[in-house]
């Protein structure tokens, strides 16, 4: 049974930095490729970075309006996936869901609250 379980959001400040995690269990995160993804407030689910598998090179992608602030990485050992946050805006409020696929299936987490205030 795969489970991913994030962590690491909270309230922060405009210009602040968090670190989100996604942890996985049943599904190995360096042979797949991985995803973060948001939901603001009345908006619709977006996707915010992405990681390809390890065998495709790990390449790395971002929406627009997160490039230059938001690093998505990958600790193969802790089968874990992060997303580091800086130069937060009140924009980025939204809930976080880190997102997996193998062949066959896409799994999501519960999602994260992420705030940040003005």
């Known amino acids: 049974q795969v489970q991913l379980v994030e962590s690491g959001g909270g309230l922060e400040q405009a210009g602040g930095s968090l670190r989100l995690s996604c942890a996985a269990s049943g599904i190995i995160f360096s042979i797949n490729p991985a995803n973060w993804y948001r939901q603001g407030p009345g908006k619709q689910r977006e996707l915010v970075a992405s990681?390809?598998?390890?065998?495709?090179?790990?390449?790395?992608n971002y929406a627009d309006s997160v490039k230059g602030r938001f690093t998505i990485s990958r600790d193969n050992a802790k089968n874990t996936v992060y997303l580091q946050m800086n130069s937060l805006k009140p924009e980025d409020t939204g809930v976080y869901y880190c997102?997996?696929?193998?062949?066959?299936?896409?799994?999501w987490g519960q999602g994260t609250q992420v705030t940040v205030s003005s």
């Open positions: 997102n997996v696929r193998d062949p066959f299936t896409t799994y």
């Open positions: 990681i390809a598998s390890m065998p495709s090179g790990s390449s790395r």
